[in-house]
């Protein structure tokens, strides 16, 4: 046998005796979660007692097909997504031992949902301004500030957290890197609605919350290099899977001119079909950029197809109210909610214009990626700036 | 026209002046947000301040009609200073589109009221209606009642008397409706400052207002309309641009304020010379409209063209360098961007209205 | 096809380096220039080293029949590079569009001649006309001579052997004329480095290559011939972008790096973007090619739609981003800047193409 | 009579008594001129004695109609638009009575032609950077160095000269303003050929050219002052006069499409309807410009107006090409010429589209108008910039 057939088989056996020790038909589901979690099947690439093998990240796929074709459950990994893409990993590789043994496995049970206090009013594409302060009191933190664009926020029990714990050195040295209890009475949350209407984000105000020094990750002053790494696997889960042609939002606007003649116009069918083109020429990109990366061939295109699907949905969403006519002057509802899960396109197009124009804001604005693109790729000369090297509080703002 | 004064008459800043001081006193935005909510607490005061104390409802119509006596310029100026506030209120379509139908039919019983802001109309079509593209589909039935719904119509929330496009035989005449007299079903509406409503008119009686022409009378409100919302839309650009241009200057990141940011700059910059544009393609819609000069139909399609996009533009582009804030629901850029393209679509969408002008021009679509 | 593999294999990327290294060695740029003030003397000795001595001409041409046995996307490769350097041979238009129009009219005669670089040939067709737009105009007289003059030919200045479409009573078929019956007047031409001729052939004796179907060899010739040129305008598209960024990064203004401005950074990073937008484009194009895949038609489309349209603005920008140096002649911008837009012209300007593209996957332009 | 019928009539006395004294059938044409120079009627605008009466500009209009209507030669103004342009006005301002004498009434009548040695290849968006150097000898100064994008060079008498006299201050204070002889041995003209194949310019280059001290226009160190003077009066002459609709770059197209049905093509129409309207407003925002300037409301839309200009003749000229198809891919010449005078219509569409390319460059970049709307107009913070006071010698280059 191949390694990698010995591997498979072993995860077999694996995943045969957890099976039989937890029938998936008759045990209760989080049971069966943490089972799957001690048996190391949780996520294989992770460590041996963190729910994990030591495997690589690709293996899991495999256990996971095993589980779902036996009728398992998921940890419905959309109602974690922070926990889960961020705060985990981080965890991981940041956390002492009594950090990762507390905290990994109902994290990824799902029984404690997490969400990021990382982005304030005055620190967004400028995240290294954070002003929320953090001042010691013996062993714990005692915590002031406000935080933005927080999702889960009122799902959440924990959250990772972004503070200054030095204003007397420069802004990136003296930021350190907490797990926020988001359950203390110092934290408030407030929905944060949005202009669709709806409360996608919240607001969250730390009066006096505490943490105990024993939740901080990684060393006082080193906040900054955690958080980077928090934000390297942010993006890392952008580019996804293959999907087919007209499956993004131009689909929309196609079926529309299919189905629906009379509102076709010969004068808007070049900026369509112009669309039309770009919308697959990014999907192909998609492909090509996983092809590099299966090639072991990893490259900045992230941030350019980040770049290219924000300008895409905003143009296409913009030429199907415009296509729809007296349909596009309609909304389906402004009534404030708060969904569990975010969907750009399962709402109308008038929905579906508004949403659009958040996907060149959240998770890298347009403008700082293309920074990026010019400095890490091109080379090009980094932005004057003269906010490195003086102390934190002596910055203008 | 060359000689087509672009610029703005004293009178016409001090009409802008006054406008812009009660806005700022009764038009907060946190209180047209609300209107999202369905909170029109604002609208029915607001209102009877500019039509009643300003005396705008009757700014288009001649003094011996009974009106204010000024021209499209001042109705044009006001607009700017309401597309500024995203102000929901219904001068547009009552005291521009209705006033302009009612004075091209001749009825002045119905048109002194309507002037003298006792009574607000508005026309019946759906707002994406634009001028060559009117279809009346409701009809007289055999009792003499009207039969027809019409969908997203525009003001008619707000309206006490409808006029109704009404097919007959021989073309269409334009019939009067008390509001009372329809089913208004306000909309949920993508511009809720400009709530739409769907009216059906199944067995309402009307009055004739006029018998021949109707469709003629409704073309030429229509038309006024799309080459005065210009200079709203020309509002609308000139307060995301210098909003946008406030916000970036105080704001600070990386040590810095970001309105130094060369590439933010020459974004503005841009923004700032198609505001301008904006203006001289609505000033001389308007221009061309108070003088009832030739040009005024080829004014008004450029100006429908040119200002729909830009205006979209620019409430984008405030969202886009407002960063999170602008996407939020307590800021109002929202307002703008919702109106924006609401205005866009209405009375002619840009991409339709370019095909028109071509035709206007003589460079004409092919046939394919 | 989702498993398309649009990177370059270690075969692609060997021969472009051994392409590459041939133009740096004997295509400068200056001589490029000189093709413009009609210094030809670049041309046949780079030629035959592409065709000879790397085996060129014939890349696309199976080994039985005379060729290399390589596929679209060795070709594509290959145009990749010929436009980095704005190349001034006929690889384009003998050994893609000839070839491909003799491999699919089954002449393995001439085919070979062609595909060992002993002889060139070219399709006689304007060098504007679109697969799905070809038209013969030139027909057989009483005497079996031919009859007619094509305009704008690319390749024929080249041509030791012409492919002529000829209209006959039941369709088309295509002959082959030896250059010198025909008179070819070369054409002041917009690319000088893909010179135009209008071919003169009343009288010239022909050889029919393909009875029946002439016109589907061409057409088929004509779109591989888009398809592939894509990747020449990803080449030119790259050295636009290349050359830009490092002239930025050297250039001092005011003091600082002109690279560091910005404006400028957004700028190429958006073309950054395009450019790797481009590639995936052209990749598709000519591995769909390559594989005979159902989708070639429209990926073709697609390509010639992107790609013309994006080498336009890589060149426009980088232009504009030298500044003055870019508009001189001694700067070799210019050459991309004529190359990309004679290409966007080139088989289908990009709003025809979309167009077909539209009736090729269901969302047809309405008729009017 | 009011002051504007006497001032008229006084006119009118004037100009009979030039015609009477030099009738225009039969006085040699430059006789002439300098005689019309004499009578104070070149520019009355200029002071008496130097082909002035001291009155406003807009009174030169009467006075040109008037000799126009008498058959009178002119002084072919196109022929040394530099001279007339920047030249004089800047002699005006900063020479001295007799620089003013020797040099502006043959300007005016154009035997002498005059032409600008400004910028440098690496003085270009940054005037200020200019690097030839002037060294004093004496009463003399000794000059070195290469200037770029000069028309008339090879035509020219003299030259305004911008260049470097002290390399040990910062560089906007160490230039100074020469008026430099074209005929001196140590200055050579090129021909600088563009993209469209003939030389509009030249080069210059300064081998030992010696100037005069006499010949220094304004302070020494202060050419940076009376170099912007120059430009300004550079920036007046843009905007031009009112012209009817489609006399610009859009009228090609649109007689195109006109005259040539079977060129026009539904898919094409939303573009080329959308140029129409942007060449429309932008005429119209023209005339309003010229309304505001006539109301004495003069704004800095000038900058914005060429920044329009610049990218819809590129447009417009671009989809010309598209349009004709086949006849967009020949070219009418590349035949290198020195013309005499730019028109960027004269020719075919590609001369046009290629020629059209500098419009955005020429007069300074479309950049460059970007960062004066956005620091002057709108009041945006000044780029951060590290040469403004360091002596010019020790700016990295």
Redesign the interface.
């Known amino acids: 046998m191949t390694t990698e057939e010995t591997v498979r088989a072993d995860l077999k056996t694996r995943v045969d005796a957890l099976l039989e020790a937890h029938d998936p038909a008759t045990v209760e589901r989080l049971d069966f979660l943490r089972a799957q979690f001690d048996a190391g099947l949780a996520w294989v690439h992770f460590p041996e007692g963190l729910g994990g093998l030591g495997l690589s990240r690709a293996h899991q796929t495999y256990v996971n097909e095993l589980l779902a074709a036996a009728g398992a459950p998921d940890n419905d990994p959309r109602r974690n997504g922070i926990g889960l893409g961020m705060a985990a990993p981080t965890i991981l590789a940041y956390g002492t031992e009594e950090q990762k043994r507390r905290f990994l496995r109902p994290l990824w049970t799902g029984e404690e949902v997490w969400c990021q206090l990382f982005?304030e009013?005055?620190a967004?594409?400028?995240l290294a301004?954070v002003a929320t302060r953090a001042v010691r009191d013996g062993d714990t933190w005692v915590v002031n500030g406000q935080k933005?664009?927080t999702s889960s926020a009122h799902k959440a029990r924990w959250a990772i957290l972004l503070a200054r714990t030095d204003p007397d050195v420069p802004k990136h040295r003296g930021m350190s890197y907490f797990i926020c209890d988001m359950t203390d009475p110092g934290v408030e949350v407030r929905p944060?609605?949005?202009?669709t209407?709806e409360a996608e984000f919240n607001e969250v105000f730390l009066s006096d919350a505490r943490v105990p020094d024993a939740h901080r990750l990684g060393a006082e002053g080193e906040g900054w290099k955690v958080a980077n790494a928090t934000l390297m696997n942010e993006r890392v889960a952008i580019g996804g899977n293959?999907t087919?042609r007209e499956a993004s939002m131009i689909g929309f606007v196609?079926h529309t001119?299919?189905t629906r003649?009379e509102l076709?116009?010969?004068?808007?069918?070049?900026?369509?079909?112009?669309l039309?083109?770009?919308a697959?020429?990014?999907r192909?990109?998609g492909?090509?950029l996983r092809?590099?990366i299966a090639?072991g061939?990893p490259g900045p295109?992230g941030s350019?197809m980040k770049?290219?699907f924000a300008r895409l949905t905003?143009q296409i969403t913009?030429l199907e109210?415009?296509l729809?006519?007296?349909e596009?002057?309609?909304?389906?509802?402004?009534t404030?909610t708060r969904p569990d899960i975010v969907d750009f396109t399962g709402r109308d197009p008038?929905y579906r214009?508004?949403r659009a124009?958040?996907n060149?804001?959240?998770g890298g604005?347009?403008?700082i990626?293309?920074?990026i693109?010019?400095?890490r790729?091109?080379?090009?000369?980094?932005?004057?700036?003269?906010?490195?090297d003086i102390p934190w509080k002596d910055?203008?703002? | 026209m060359n000689d087509a004064n672009l610029l703005y008459t004293d009178v016409e800043t001090a009409l802008q002046e006054s406008v812009r001081d009660l806005l700022t006193d009764r038009c907060a935005p946190e209180k047209v947000i609300a209107t999202y909510d369905g909170d029109r607490e604002l609208q029915p005061k607001l209102w009877r301040s500019l039509a009643l104390d300003l005396g705008l409802a009757g700014l288009l119509v001649p003094e011996e009609r009974g009106g204010a006596g000024a021209s499209a310029r001042e109705a044009a100026a006001v607009l700017e200073e309401l597309g500024r506030f995203a102000a929901p209120v219904p001068f547009l379509t009552s005291s521009v589109i209705a006033t302009e139908a009612l004075l091209r039919a001749g009825d002045d019983a119905l048109l002194a009221t309507v002037a003298g802001g006792e009574r607000t109309a508005a026309v019946v079509v759906p707002f994406s209606t634009s001028p060559d593209e009117l279809r009346a589909t409701v009809r007289v039935d055999g009792q003499g009642a009207l039969r027809g719904r019409v969908t997203s119509v525009a003001g008619a929330v707000d309206a006490d008397v409808l006029l109704v496009p009404v097919e007959v035989a021989d073309g269409v005449e334009l019939h009067a409706v008390e509001a009372g007299a329809a089913r208004i079903t306000p909309v949920v509406s993508l511009d809720m400052t400009r709530q739409l409503a769907d009216v059906d008119l199944d067995g309402a009686s009307s009055t004739r207002v006029v018998e021949d022409g109707g469709d003629r009378a409704v073309r030429a409100a229509l038309e006024l309309g799309a080459a005065l919302m210009a200079s709203e839309q020309l509002g609308v650009a000139q307060w995301c641009l210098d909003t946008t241009v406030g916000y970036l200057r105080d704001r600070t990141q990386f040590g810095r304020s970001v309105g130094g940011f060369q590439a933010l700059k020459h974004r503005l910059a841009d923004l700032y010379v198609m505001t301008e544009s904006t203006r001289t393609a609505a000033r001389y819609a308007a221009t061309t409209a108070a003088d009832d000069d030739p040009d005024r139909h080829v004014a008004a399609l450029m100006a429908k063209s040119y200002c729909s996009d830009s205006a979209v533009r620019a409430a984008e582009e405030c969202v886009q360098l407002h960063g999170g804030i602008g996407m939020t629901w307590e800021h109002p850029a929202h307002l703008y961007l919702k109106r924006a393209k609401a205005d866009q679509v209405a009375l002619g969408n840009p991409q339709a209205t370019r095909r028109r002008l071509g035709e206007v021009v003589d460079l004409p679509m092919p046939t394919t």
Chains 1, 4 share one sequence.
Not at chain 1, 264 to 274: C, G, T
Not at chain 1, 328 to 334: I, P, Q, S, T
Not at chain 1, 377 to 383: C, G, I, K, N, R
């Open positions: 982005s009013p005055g967004g594409s400028d301004a933005v664009w944060l609605r949005q202009i209407g293959a087919p196609a001119w299919r003649p076709r116009r010969p004068e808007a069918h070049d900026q369509l079909m112009s039309w083109v770009e697959e020429v990014a192909l990109s492909t090509r092809q590099k090639a061939q295109e350019g770049l290219t905003q913009g109210l415009q729809l006519g007296e596009g002057l309609r909304y389906d509802d402004w404030m008038g214009y508004l124009k958040g060149s804001i959240e604005t347009s403008e990626l293309r920074n693109i010019a400095e790729v091109l080379q090009l000369p980094a932005e004057p700036r003269a906010d490195k910055i203008p703002r």
